[in-house]
């Protein structure tokens, strides 16, 4: 699971404005995109939204090109060209916006009302009204994720210089076993953040200045409203769908603590209070730790489907095949072209597998685009965004995917995430351009989760990436333990991050308290600690690509939930009889049509309908979440039986999610997906 900035995502309020019968109309002037900043006389609602449409349409390419430019060629040229695309497009939002005034109160077509609504829900970055501050919000959104693309970490001098970006220091949280090279690691990668503070801070200011001009408290009241609920419905659904999950969350955290003293032991094993070691965990934010499976497997005797062994060989057996064509001593130059070509075919080789769940369901192939103009691996020649994402590039086809791919499970995964969203931006294309979004944002984020927990061991076992499985109850927990280090242990981590920013935009976290405030809120939900002091000279948030790059990320946590629940109706679909964890609708037509037909309607209609037609309820649910997991949580509580389970935190939690006046709900989603 990798997600993405957010161009466009959440929600505006606009005040009526009646105009006088007998009042002049002005008239229509353009703006640098050619699309007038006033409105033409005597245009009806249905008129305007064609207009809009029509505009959005031509003037996207443009933006979608700068913003790929300034991720994968990162320099103070393609910066700028992209927060000048940015500034252009919220000027002409702003514009729309003042625009669909007019026709508030007004009798409209259902399709009209919801599609200005949309409208009303364009960006996740409210622009302000002022030029000036618009101009500067651009360019510090753009600068910020630059910076975080661009982060490195270097030790030594002269010579013994080593310099390392996230990739790398990931690595090390991969393989490494030993306590202090993983805490270097770590502590590396959050000093690339530090220098983000000041322009985090005034990026706070500009924004919520943006969403006061459209009507809203502040930016996280409007992040809460584009989910066809009011944003106070929306934070207490938040809770309770964690109610749901968390005491599964609670046996795993448990067992990972356990299994962790006896690894490192119990003075480096946990951090007090019984949490766990941020450095520790395998991931450099403790949302996956799939990477711990040498020490939290269940079974290390039986059987496994261990994919990334399998995925190394298949690279290596390139790398060496590309060698033998032309055997001989080569340049050292040579020789790290011909790694970067077998990284290459080895990127691409997955990219076909995977492609090859999604036509097996009866959806199209790629389009050519898609293989030529993806960013498959990381270039020898510069900085690039290396976070994995998806991208429309112009509501017809255009296609492509941007990652720096390796030969290991969680990237092979990631493909497939990325892949959902690409399919769902090619079922909707038809859509006029404002219905082409997700049916809510954690619908997109859980499309591609949904064929990824259809990988199944015997799954994996035909497609040449794992042996012939064991069939017992230990093999049955190993696979359950794989997928809760991914999907369980997420959960928590799904929350707490919009958590602090809706604290961050309502000002019950200030300035002074970023760090504070992030590390209690790990510390409440996610059971996790530093193992070293972090004060406020450090701003560990924005060593997290979606503050910097400001996606909203409560999507990532609906998105858990849902998956299961479309991954059940498609099990349903296919005729599946058993139990659930062991479903793979892999080459199920009957599947696939149902999946297409609900990638089809974007955003259309309301979510709610949307799920029903799919899964027969209009509530997002984690029943499907339980049912799963159930061999593994009743495995876990096992294991944990007479353990002293759960943990303490130091100091309460920021404050919870406030309450907040009932906003009309929509959505809108960004033109590219992780």
């Known amino acids: 699971m990798k997600p ?10 606009a005040a009526a404005i009646g105009l006088g019968g007998c009042k002049k109309e002005p008239t229509p002037t353009t703006t640098t995109t050619g699309a007038p900043t006033t409105a033409p006389a005597g245009e009806t609602a249905d008129q305007f939204i064609a207009r809009v449409n029509d505009e959005y349409r031509k003037m996207y390419p443009e933006m979608t090109a700068a913003q790929w430019l300034s991720s994968t060629y990162i320099n103070d040229d393609s910066q700028l060209l992209s927060a000048k695309a940015n500034e252009r497009y919220l000027a002409q939002l702003n514009n729309w916006i003042e625009q669909a005034k007019r026709f508030e109160g007004q009798q409209m077509s259902p399709e009209t009302a919801r599609a200005i609504q949309l409208l009303k829900l364009g960006t996740a970055m409210p622009p302000p009204k002022d030029p000036a501050k618009l101009e500067e919000l651009t360019k510090i959104a753009t600068r910020l994720e630059g910076m975080y693309g661009a ?42 953040s530090k220098p983000m503070r000041g322009d985090y801070t005034r990026f706070v200011e500009l924004v919520n200045q943006g969403a006061r001009d459209m009507g809203f408290a502040d930016t996280g009241e409007m992040w809460r409203s584009g989910y066809d609920m009011t944003p106070a419905e929306m934070a207490t659904e938040t809770d309770r769908l964690w109610g749901q999950v968390k005491p599964l969350y609670e046996q795993l955290h448990c067992y990972a603590r356990t299994r ?21 965990m ?13 020490i939290l497997a269940p079974y290390p005797n039986a059987s496994v ?44 080789l997955m990219s076909e597998r995977a492609q090859d769940f999604y036509t097996s369901l009866g959806m199209q192939k790629l389009p050519e685009s898609y293989w030529t103009h993806t960013q498959f691996i990381k270039p020898r020649d510069r900085d690039v965004v290396c976070h994995a994402s998806a991208w429309d590039m112009n509501m017809a086809g255009d296609v492509r995917i941007k990652m720096c791919i390796k030969p290991n499970e969680e990237d092979f995964t990631t493909i497939y995430h990325e892949l959902g969203h690409v399919y769902y931006y090619l079922a909707y294309n038809k859509l006029p351009p404002l219905f082409q979004q997700g049916a809510h944002d954690g619908f997109h984020e859980a499309i591609g989760d949904t064929i990824v927990l259809s990988m199944t061991p015997k799954y994996l076992q035909s497609i040449g990436l794992a042996g012939e499985q064991q069939v017992s109850d230990e093999a ?46 790990k510390a409440k939900y996610q059971g996790v600690a530093p193992s070293t002091a972090r004060g406020e000279e450090f701003f560990d948030a924005g060593a997290k690509y979606h503050v910097p790059g400001n996606t909203p990320y409560t999507r990532y946590f609906f998105a858990h939930v849902l998956q299961f629940q479309f991954y059940k109706a498609l099990c349903d ?31 259309s209609q309301p979510w709610q309908k949307t799920l029903k037609e799919l899964t027969g309820g209009e509530q997002m649910d984690a029943s499907a979440v339980l049912e799963y997991f159930g061999p593994l949580q009743t495995w876990l509580k096992q294991q944990n039986e007479g353990k002293t389970c759960g943990w303490q935190a130091d100091a309460t939690a920021a404050a919870p999610a406030p309450a907040t006046a009932p906003v009309e709900p929509s959505k809108q989603e960004a033109p590219k997906q992780g």
């Not at 001098?157 to 991969?174: F, I, P, S, T, Y």
């Not at 990334?308 to 130059?333: V, W």
């Not at 970067?340 to 691409?348: G, I, M, Y």
């Not at 296919?574 to 955003?603: I, T, V």
Request: glycine share 10%; hydrophobic share 40%.
């Open 4 to 13: 993405v900035r957010a161009l466009l995502a959440l929600s505006i309020t």
């Open 151 to 192: 982060g490195t970490y270097c030790t030594g001098e002269g010579d013994a210089k080593q310099c390392r970006q996230l990739g790398d220091l990931e690595d090390v949280l991969r393989t490494s076993r030993d306590y202090d090279e993983q805490l270097q690691a770590w502590q590396g990668w959050h000093t690339i």
């Open 260 to 280: 962790l003293e006896a690894k490192y032991g119990t003075d480096r094993g946990h951090v007090a209070g019984n949490m766990l070691p941020a450095h520790l």
């Open 282 to 294: 395998g991931n450099m934010w403790q949302q996956d730790w799939g990477n711990l499976w040498d």
């Open 305 to 348: 489907p261990e994919i990334t062994t399998a995925l190394e060989s298949q690279y290596r057996a390139t790398h060496d095949a590309m060698l033998a064509k032309n055997p001989g001593k080569r340049a050292p130059a040579e020789l790290a072209q011909l790694e970067q070509d077998a990284r290459l075919a080895s990127a691409k």
């Open 476 to 521: 049955v927990v190993n696979a359950q333990m794989r997928m809760a280090l991914a999907k369980v242990a997420f959960l928590p981590f799904g929350l707490m991050i919009d958590r602090w920013r809706w604290g961050v935009f309502d000002g019950s976290i200030k300035p002074a308290d970023y760090n504070k405030a992030w590390w209690e809120l």
């Open 573 to 603: 679909a296919s005729g599946y009889k058993g139990p659930l964890h062991e479903c793979s609708f892999y080459g199920n037509k009957e599947a696939g049509a149902r999946f297409q037909a609900m990638l089809s309607k974007g955003a």
